[in-house]
């Protein structure tokens, strides 16, 4: 099996920062694309970031020039880095790594982790 363990949530006043970690370990063969997705209450979980394999990199509008998002394929660890944050970052942030696995071909598979909770309040 594969896990993904996040780390870095809290609480942070705003216009503070936060730097998220999610890393991946198992049964992985190779690892494409790393993203971040958040899911406030009573809202759709939605994408904030995006890195692929190459290296290139999505924001969401909402978190441009404020959020950064990073990978160390070495450690199979994807991050992300939370700068002027706003009381309408408040969510639950979710790691989703697409990997293959050995023995399954090319077939990719999408993984979660189990999410950490990032507060934004005075």
């Known amino acids: 099996q594969v896990q993904l363990v996040e780390s870095g949530g809290g609480l942070v006043q705003p216009w503070g920062s936060l730097r998220l970690s999610c890393a991946a370990s198992?049964?992985?063969?190779?690892?494409?694309?790393m993203a971040w997705y958040r899911q406030a209450p009573g809202k759709q979980r939605e994408l904030v970031a995006r890195?692929?394999?190459?290296?290139?990199?999505t924001l969401t509008d909402s978190v441009k020039g404020r959020f950064t998002i990073s990978r160390d394929s070495a450690k199979n660890t994807v991050y992300l880095q939370m700068n002027s944050l706003k009381p309408d970052d408040t969510a639950d942030y979710y790691c989703n790594v697409q990997a293959t696995r050995a023995g399954y071909g090319n077939t990719r598979f999408d993984y979660w982790g189990q999410g950490t909770q990032v507060t934004v309040s005075s």
């Open positions: 890195v692929f394999s190459s290296g290139g990199t």
């Open positions: 198992g049964k992985i063969f190779r690892i494409y694309n």
